[in-house]
């Protein structure tokens, strides 16, 4: 599948000091996993930590989940050596914290050229700080940049209530208007983008609202504190069986002969425009690909 297209509906955190919860993310339906070393990892279990994560991921068995690596921030004192471990392990993406500039995001990259990291490894970010939220713009545009290897923002919104002072609402009001401009500063610059964790682990109904609050803002996905929380967030940002059969019949109406020369034609009682037949491509082409991560 296009990696433009990888489903991203559901990608759980897993603490890298924990072996056994390493092992667990090998059979469990989310999309995505993150090995975290970062906050999920003690000052004293770091190390350990590092050695777990990245034998872990040289070891395999992860089949089709996609499997990112949360790093230290390099100007920690355990960053530069997780980069360098990280390019032995060979991660489907390395993911740097707590990116506040355009120029931070070009550290990044250079020190993923620097330890080795392999060409296909993509780079993948935290928007977490108020800084970030201010500069989305210039950040995001790095991903036009030659040979640029970032591909996605991860909204870290616990670390952005915890620096702006915002409350964590339900609807997240105070914080709708960040939201919204990352998902549109990552649409500008081809980048997917992933929702920030939801506390609640016994609240499903308060999780499925904030998935769909997500869904319906342009997210791919939700980033993930707890297995039971996979399944929710899989249905949500998966297209519904309307939005498949809807998408096949606009994209079908298009394919036809005495269509294919016209802008906007009729589809059940409907008007579409050619922006439709594309939008429904995409939504079939997520649709087979989340069928065939399945399979």
Request: proline share 4%; charged share 20%.
């Amino acid at each position: 599948m296009s990696a433009s297209l990888r489903p991203r509906r559901s990608v759980l955190y897993m603490p890298a000091s924990n072996a056994r919860a390493l092992e667990k993310a090998k059979v469990l339906d989310a999309d995505g996993i993150i090995i975290d070393l970062e906050d999920a990892v003690a000052p004293d279990a770091k190390e350990l930590a590092r050695e777990q994560a990245c034998a872990a991921i040289a070891a395999g068995g992860f089949g089709s989940r996609e499997v990112i690596l949360r790093v230290n921030g390099l100007d920690t004192v355990w960053g530069q050596a997780d980069v360098v471990a990280a390019a032995k392990a060979g991660a489907d993406a390395i993911l740097f914290p707590k990116i506040s500039a355009a120029a931070e995001v070009a550290r990044c990259e250079a020190a993923l050229t620097a330890a080795g990291v392999a060409a296909p490894t993509r780079l993948w970010i935290m928007i977490e700080t108020p800084l970030a939220i201010l500069n989305l713009a210039d950040i995001a545009a790095t991903a036009a940049m030659p040979a640029s290897r970032l591909s996605c923002f991860v909204l870290g919104t616990n670390d952005l209530a915890k620096e702006t002072r915002a409350r964590l609402t339900a609807g997240r009001l105070p914080m709708l208007g960040w939201l919204s401009t990352a998902v549109a500063a990552a649409r500008a610059y081809g980048l997917d983008i992933l929702d920030g964790v939801y506390n609640g682990l016994q609240d499903e109904a308060g999780l499925i609202r904030e998935c769909e609050e997500g869904r319906d803002m342009g997210m791919d996905g939700k980033t993930l504190i707890h297995p039971n929380q996979i399944a929710p967030a899989n249905q949500v940002f998966a297209p519904s069986e309307h939005e498949v059969e809807q998408a096949r019949a606009i994209v079908a109406a298009f394919d036809l002969a005495e269509n294919r020369s016209k802008g906007v034609i009729t589809v059940g009682g409907r008007m579409v425009e050619l922006m439709h037949a594309e939008m429904g491509r995409r939504t079939l082409a997520i649709a087979g690909a989340i069928a065939a991560r399945q399979a």
